[in-house]
């Protein structure tokens, strides 16, 4: 299942996008997952060609969101932008957190949701999936105040209905999702809506280390049955990619080839165990 | 308010437990929360009398559960025994996390329902209340794989159902819970059914410390409306106690006296600001 796998460009922090890029093309993954400050570093068109002639698809950018901050609309625009620069049709949103100041979660909440609804007719003309991802409930106050994907569809729900904008989905991450004890039935709600825009996968690691951020793991190394998201999502006919997305000071710290290898092997040997 | 607060001993916890009583008593405090490590410390029987001479009102024991370890029945029972001797009517269940070295999540749970509707007809001849814990999903792996309110009363309604049991209800704790979308809903459906049996509270700080477990601070320090699950409790017509359970390495490193004034400044403040 090597042909449905992507590297996202934050697994191997320490290479250049140039570097991630060569490093796809020589293991045979066919799919990378861009971050914008890479892609900035490399200059946006240059970035665009880089991938295109490597003949390499582009699953995601992340990240567009954190509506709650001043000057979000620009940055979300500048964002889907990106996106059609760089040849991918999913942006995904780490929607935010708190108001400055704030405790008012409602609030955050709320303006989640309208600026989602403002960004979602933009996004729609220019081709482009907005995939709201919900974080784990420890980034609630400071990342995203969306912590779990049957509150992530509602907030698509809501905005079709506001907008009539059909490109309103969700990115899966399991680091994020695997202790939502509603998380089988949301998604399968979210495959039988085709709202599935990514699907990102790793571990969660125990102890939680010093930085709460970097206590992800390669697939098979922390908690999380893995496999049982993989079934779960391919079960609702999703055909999309797998994007392993990791942060982790020792795996940053590992040469990226080596990294690259084994996302491939713990990749090649999940979906194995699927069949 | 003073009236309905309790000290949960942690939050004093170099305080012995006849200094967390003579405190109380001192300042005025007429509840405590006690652990049973605390307890066992001072010997049960004097712990018992300790605190009904001090004229102290036990609002819960901490804890019990932990369904997925060896020998937790036997434990369980001896967790009831300890709340009739202490005179409390509340033991509060942490539940337990994954199996060592499994990763089956779905089956822990399981655990837990069957562990509860198996404990909770010899609590209820002894008079004792079950209340449930959903922990923060940070520990859903290593402490409680019950991360939400709702699944906490899903939970309770099963064991109604299989064992005619009235006693299973809730421990709400804004640290634990305070990021739930679906949590001021629980809350309604916890109270009419008069299944919260215990409040507990404290905030959530930023950053998570390096051991996740500290990163509670005193009412009003972090990023949770305190205020907004008082009220919601109060709401549904609970009378019981509030009870301040703080883990936190600076807080235990001031002197208790000092704490304690904090602690009855923060409820008296918090309890002013809802009327």
């Known amino acids: 299942m090597i042909e449905q796998l992507s590297l996202n460009v934050w697994t191997t922090k320490n290479w250049s996008l140039a570097e991630a890029v060569a490093g796809c093309v020589e293991q045979g993954v066919p799919g990378i997952g861009l971050w914008r400050d890479k892609v900035a570093e490399h200059g946006l068109d240059a970035a665009a060609k880089l991938v295109r002639d490597a003949g390499l698809t582009v699953t995601s950018l992340c990240r567009g969101g954190f509506f709650t901050s001043p000057d979000w609309l620009a940055d979300n625009h500048a964002a889907v932008d990106e996106c059609v620069a760089l040849g991918t049709n999913v942006l995904v949103l780490v929607v935010g957190g708190l108001y ?19 960004l979602a007719p933009y996004a729609e003309r220019r081709g482009v999936k907005l995939a709201i991802e ?13 912590s779990t994907l049957g509150q992530a569809l509602d907030i698509a729900d809501e905005v079709a209905v506001r907008t009539g904008c059909r490109n309103v ?19 399968e709600r979210a495959g039988a809506g085709d709202r599935i825009h990514a699907f990102q996968v790793c571990d969660f690691l125990l102890p939680i280390p010093a930085d ?7 697939v098979g190394d922390g908690v999380i049955d893995v496999a049982a998201f993989a079934r779960a999502v391919q079960a609702t006919g999703y055909k999309g990619f797998t994007e392993v997305e990791i942060f982790n000071q020792e795996i940053w710290d590992t040469p990226g080839e080596q990294t690259l290898r084994t996302v491939i092997d713990r990749h090649t040997q999940l979906f194995a165990d699927l069949d």
């Not at 989905?169 to 998604?187: L, S």
């Not at 709460?212 to 390669?218: E, I, M, N």
């Open 169 to 187: 989905g969700v990115c899966i991450d399991t680091y994020h999702i695997w202790w939502d004890p509603d998380v089988f039935k949301q998604i």
């Open 134 to 146: 919900p974080l784990h409930p420890m980034f609630c106050a400071d990342r995203a105040v969306v």
């Open 212 to 218: 709460a951020l970097l206590g992800r793991g390669h």
């Open 100 to 118: 400055r100041g704030s405790k008012d979660l409602p609030a955050a909440r709320a303006a989640v949701t309208d600026g989602i609804a403002e």
